[in-house]
């Protein structure tokens, strides 16, 4: 199939056939084993999981990616379940991980260019910007109090 123009359409459709796009193609094991590829061939990576772990990943994204060489104490702080992750690429891959909670800041994070060198990337204005992009609708959404659960 051609690529489609996709000029031609809202940014939200596009969106939406993007976020479909990602799905199909970035399975967690999928996922785990391009970023293993990546990290083996010299590639540094810059990881966001805005989700705590769960049944899929019970050590978060990071835990799955790093597998054994997390060690088998590795755990998320129960209060900051959410991570950014710098990865050096190459035989000595190196992991400079950042735990954070939902509402706190994202911290500014490197993306490594070389062993040695990298470009400081700033996750927190970068996410208020595309916050601020984001319909009305959807941040009254993620910004309301949370329903309450019946108890048992």
């Known amino acids: 199939m051609p690529v489609h123009d996709w000029t031609r359409v ?6 939406a056939f993007h976020h ?7 399975g967690l094991n999928a996922f785990v084993r391009k970023a293993h590829e990546a990290l083996a061939a010299r ?7 805005l989700f705590p772990p769960g ?10 990616v790093w597998g054994d060489d997390c060690g088998p104490d590795y755990a998320l ?15 000595g891959a190196e992991a400079f991980i950042e735990p954070f909670a939902v509402g706190d800041p994202l911290p500014e994070m490197p993306l490594f260019l070389t062993a ?17 992009g984001l ?3 959807w941040r009254d ?3 309301a109090a949370p329903e309450p659960t019946n108890g048992p």
């Open 10 to 15: 809202d940014a939200g459709i596009f969106h």
């Open 43 to 49: 590639i540094h990576l810059l990881l966001v999981d």
């Open 55 to 64: 049944p899929r990943d019970p050590r978060g994204i990071h835990g799955a």
């Open 20 to 26: 479909d796009w990602i799905t199909e193609q970035n």
């Open 141 to 143: 959404v993620l910004t």
């Open 116 to 132: 040695d060198t990298y470009v400081p990337v700033p996750l927190e204005a970068t996410y208020q910007a595309a916050w601020d």
């Open 77 to 91: 702080p129960a209060d900051k379940p959410l991570t950014c992750v710098a990865y050096v690429g190459g035989a």
């Open 135 to 137: 319909p009305a609708y």
